[in-house]
């Protein structure tokens, strides 16, 4: 008897079992087909760069053309897969109109894949060609979003708060490429510095950056004093120096620093007639010069100027600019210029 019941026993522990397992692959099937009609998927789009809070390119306009990366890339994705392809159409704008025939999508349809999460990879990109005649500094801001879905098992909903890919574009001012460090084939031999009388009494700066040392004091980049500066750690910082007047042949700055090592690695020049139209000089590297070679930029050809911006591009650990001065061509310099006026140095 007591065999009987021990068979009977482990028989229907058996019977018992096998019900389980049956019951729990069709409890399994029953999960997937619950979700899917009453928690159905949510699609979104997400950057390539998803962990940087912005997408911003950089892009630089020299004399010869526009580089940079004029290319950003995104996914559509969902939030879990779905038992169906679920495909999307896309819309994309730009926040400068003139320029909305610039911008393209690698695809405006994509597909997600059944049993997938993501699709493949979308690129939006800036035509730079289409934006070299435009010579100002311009900030592009790209949207795309998910415009409708086209195709997908019942319920599947765009997100509601992750529908949106954005990047921004910021081209710099078309640069002269004129700027001219270090020995060149130019002969700057013959220039003249503004009269230091003039310097001391007419010339304003103003638009420091702010929170740099010394900002709080305009003057002493003019001053005459080799121990007063602009300074900053691991920052770039930039001034506008105010002639007084408009030279019709501005020809360059002589720019001091309290040291060869508290020289920049870059710098650029701007000019201006009226401080509100500016002319994009140029950059320039004097990492690799010392002494007078590292202070004096010249120019490649004369411009009109009241107005010049130093900015420091690429500082070092500690960047200090102590003086600055300015030069002209010598058929533009006055009686005073020459022999009234006292030349820099």
């Known amino acids: 008897m007591k065999r009987y019941n021990k ?47 912005v997408n911003s390119y950089p892009l630089l306009h020299s004399s010869t053309g526009i580089t940079g990366n004029n290319v950003g890339y995104f996914t559509v994705r969902l939030n879990r897969p779905s038992t169906q392809d679920v495909v999307v159409t896309l819309k994309s704008t730009v926040s400068n109109e003139e320029i909305a025939s610039a911008l393209t999508l690698s695809a405006t349809e994509v597909t997600i894949k059944a049993g997938q999460i993501a699709s493949e990879q979308v690129s939006a990109t800036l035509d730079l060609a289409a934006l070299a005649t435009r010579e100002a500094a311009e900030e592009y801001t790209v949207k795309v979003v998910i415009e409708s879905i086209k195709s997908a098992a019942s319920g599947v909903a765009i997100s509601s708060n992750l529908n949106l890919y954005t990047a921004t ?48 004091d305009p003057k002493r980049v003019i001053d005459g004093n080799y121990g007063t500066d602009f300074a900053s750690n691991n920052r770039g910082f930039s001034f506008v120096v105010d002639f ?86 010598p058929a533009e310099a006055s009686a005073d210029d020459i022999f009234g006026g006292e030349n820099q140095g």
């Open 244 to 329: 007084g007047k408009v030279v019709p042949k501005f020809r360059g700055v002589s720019v001091y620093y309290w040291a060869d090592w508290a020289a920049p690695r870059e710098i650029q020049l701007e000019c201006s007639v009226d401080g509100v139209k500016w002319t994009n000089l140029g950059r320039a590297d004097i990492s690799g010069l010392t002494g007078e070679n590292k202070a004096f930029v010249g120019l490649k050809k004369a411009y009109p100027a009241r107005y010049v911006r130093y900015t420091i591009t690429k500082p070092v650990g500690r960047t200090s600019v102590t003086e600055f001065y300015a030069f002209e061509d």
């Open 7 to 53: 068979h009977w026993i482990l028989g229907l522990c058996a019977a018992t079992m096998a019900l389980g397992l049956a019951s729990c692959k069709k409890d399994a099937d029953s999960v997937d087909t619950l979700l899917e009609r009453n928690y159905p998927p949510r699609v979104y789009i997400q950057a390539d760069r998803y962990s940087v809070p």
């Open 169 to 216: 574009f910021t081209k710099s001012a078309r640069s002269e490429d004129a700027l001219v460090v270090g020995n060149s084939d130019i002969d700057f031999s013959a220039v003249n510095y503004f009269d230091m009388a003039e310097r001391a009494s007419k010339w304003t700066v103003s638009q420091v950056t702010s929170g740099i040392d010394g900002g709080n």
